[in-house]
């Protein structure tokens, strides 16, 4: 087997109307398409990020929460790598979005921070 990169991470959310402008006005992803299907009652909101990776946004009739905090096993967050983190950080907090102070990585000395989507998935922002 040749895996060559991550094709797409889908994310099913509990209020679309909110996670779609979080992801889309707040982090500036890219809509690439949007459906409603019908049978399954869900919208399906396809996303660029960097016009490369794709974000799939789903939402559901009353999915159940899935806890973050404290850690759970399974998928731990969502990392998105950005030029400046300081100028990221400030763009959120004039959107009103709170983050967690800047931490670096004691291995890559790069600076990262975290915040959370409208459902609390952690989202990391690395700086590149």
Excluded: W
Excluded at 69 to 82: D, K, S, T
Excluded at 83 to 110: S, W
Aim: proline fraction near 6%; glycine fraction near 4%; charged fraction near 35%.
């Amino acid at each position: 087997m040749n895996l060559k990169k991550i094709h797409h991470v889908a994310i099913i959310c509990s209020d679309y109307k909110s996670s779609k402008e979080f992801y889309v006005e707040v982090l500036g992803l890219k809509i690439k398409k949007e459906v409603y299907r019908q049978d399954r009652k869900s919208y399906k909101l396809d996303l660029s990020v960097g016009g490369e990776y794709q974000i799939e946004l789903f939402s559901f009739p009353d999915p159940p929460e899935r806890k973050s905090y404290p850690e759970a096993a399974g998928l731990r967050h969502l990392a998105f790598e950005v030029d400046d983190l300081i100028d990221a950080v400030e763009e959120l907090v004039q959107k009103g979005i709170e983050t967690e102070p800047i931490r670096v990585d004691p291995f890559t000395e790069k600076r990262f921070t975290f915040l959370a989507d409208p459902d609390g998935l952690p989202i990391e922002l690395y700086e590149s």
